[in-house]
């Protein structure tokens, strides 16, 4: 399943609900803002695959579960997003530009470490982003679309938010091996993870 081709059978593309900590949870008002009957909408969504279950919601919202979150970054395009006007300093937690410069940093630096240490580019299975703090991730990432296509993306916030969650995956579930620890399918997952992220985020390559 992809970005594309959920805004294809809605029209537009829908948004993530919830922390995706046990179910990754999209929901949409296509049905509403389109006027098309929610059932013959959920049907076009069931058909895309990788789309574990729709219901039509009481207020006619489509709740759309996804079976695979990972699956998502089998397409995943970072849209254009203007750089916000943080100071450099000081580069401390407080700074919001320090906390998405180091984000950025940090997914970047995952790449050089996987090269170094042998995790495979190739073969990439996004079940394996199935623990807590990677599906946090993939959460943030699920924004982007919608965001790009509001009026009010809220950039800055959600710059933020996407940087703490990556910070939190990358401190507690390591996307490269620890000591003597092989490479693991898990971690080459987590590696796409962060090439995802460092394309949003911003900054230098070294901080």
Known sequence: MTFPELAEALGEPPAPEGTWE???????????RRRVPAAELAGRVLAVPGVAGVAVRANGFLEIEVGVPGALLESFEAPAIPEPGWP??????????????????????????ARALGVPGDGFDPAALDGPWDRAVLRALAELPGRAASREPGWEAYLVRLALAFHDAHERAPAVPRGDEPARPVHTARVRLAVAVGQVLMGPERL
């Open 88 to 113: 450099d300093f000081p580069r401390t937690w407080d700074n919001p530009g320090f906390v998405v410069r180091y984000g950025h940093a940090r997914a970047r630096a995952v790449t050089r470490w």
């Open 22 to 32: 046990r179910r990754a949870l999209l929901v949409s008002a296509a049905a509403l």
